[in-house]
Nanobody, 122 residues
Framework: DLQLVESGGDSVQAGGSLRLSCKAS????????MGWFRQASWEAREGIAA??????ASYADSVKGRFTISKDSDNLVYLQMNSLEPDDTALYFC?????????????????WGQGTQVTVSP
């Protein structure tokens, strides 16, 4: 099984930047691929960025051009968030999937972290 731990969430003003990190640990027999999701209060969980098996990234329209997903290794993934807006306020999760690399669909992911809170004030 995989365990995922996010870090880097904070409170910032609009226009600011944050970098979230996600570290995976544990053992699996299959390769896995990482994505980032977020969930605002009273909203559904939204896929915002994911890496496919070639290293290409997919982004939700709401973050395209502002957020960048990257990885240092197979078990360390980042989400660089620039030009933050109050609507970006949410609990941010990283997730891992064996089969659906590059997907932004939450149902495609089997492993989830506990989340890290990002709050953006006007």
């Amino acid at each position: 099984d995989l365990q995922l731990v996010e870090s880097g969430g904070d409170s910032v003003q609009a226009g600011g930047s944050l970098r979230l990190s996600c570290k995976a640990s544990g053992h699996t027999f299959r390769p896995y691929y990482m994505g980032w999701f977020r969930q605002a209060s009273w909203e559904a969980r939204e896929g915002i960025a994911a890496l496919d098996n070639t290293g290409n990234a997919s982004y939700a329209d709401s973050v395209k051009g502002r957020f960048t997903i990257s990885k240092d290794s197979d078990n360390l993934v980042y989400l660089q968030m620039n030009s933050l807006e109050p609507d970006d306020t949410a609990l941010y999760f990283c997730a891992a999937t064996h089969w659906f690399s590059g997907s932004l669909g939450k149902n495609d992911y089997s492993y989830w972290g506990q989340g890290t809170q990002v709050t953006v004030s006007p």
